[in-house]
T-cell receptor, first 116, second 111 residues
């Protein structure tokens, strides 16, 4: 079975450019999560969706970040304009429900973003 | 914001040794999870503990949730090179589905 698929796996861009990260959740899962991992701050939840609807975006750092889920099999995280402090590994995870203690979250391999 | 402190930050041991890593908070967590993350991959769930004082065993790994639900430990017996990775604890408060992660303990088991 295919797990969570993320693309690209690596992205290097220059400050000010738009960056779009993509995620395909596990088929049938109803919840999708975007996380960011850095050495300084660890793994942080940015936003999560339930049935394609954004439920909690309180972790999105600022207006430069936006996320969409146009259908059950695809989500994007966009950064515009990008800044060097956005450099991190971005993970997408999916689950049957948004309760992490009822249903396991399955993480993708991540996208390593470097903003020069 | 609930914070989880993990210690030690780094641990390097020889194959066959035992080790314990810790996860502590000043806040009470309704439940707590442990994950292992290998380089270039996402975290993978190892265990969920929900009851204060609970102990769970997964082969050579023993997980304990503190009585006050503010701390947890992971003990590995006879560590193997395959145990190498970043061990993360994560919890959420009452009524919240949002996971708060610790920064992790990076374990290296030397053959």
């Amino acid at each position: 079975d295919a797990g969570v698929i993320q693309s690209p796996r690596h992205e290097v861009t220059e400050m000010g450019q738009e960056v779009t990260l993509r995620c395909k959740p596990i088929s049938g899962h109803n919840s999708l999560f975007w996380y960011r991992q850095t050495m300084m701050r660890g793994l942080e939840l940015l936003i999560y969706f339930n049935n394609n609807v954004p439920i909690d975006d309180s972790g999105m750092p600022e207006d430069r970040f936006s996320a969409k889920m146009p259908n059950a099999s695809f989500s994007t995280l966009k950064i515009q304009p990008s800044e060097p402090r956005d450099s991190a590994v971005y993970f997408c995870a999916s689950s049957w429900s948004s309760d992490p203690f009822a249903d396991e979250q399955f993480f993708g391999p991540g996208t390593r973003l470097t903003v020069l | 914001t609930q914070l989880l402190e993990q210690s030690p930050q780094f641990l390097s041991i020889q194959e066959g040794e035992n080790l314990t890593v810790y996860c502590n908070s000043s806040s009470v967590f309704s439940s707590l999870q442990w994950y292992r993350q290998e380089p270039g991959e996402g975290p993978v769930l190892l265990v969920t503990v929900v009851t204060g004082g609970e102990v769970k065993k997964l082969k050579r790994l023993t997980f304990q949730f503190g009585d006050a639900r503010k701390d947890s430990s992971l003990h590995i017996t006879a560590a193997q090179p395959g145990d190498t990775g970043l061990y993360l604890c994560a919890g959420s408060g009452a009524g919240s589905y949002q996971l708060t992660f610790g920064k992790g303990t990076k374990l290296s088991v030397i053959p």
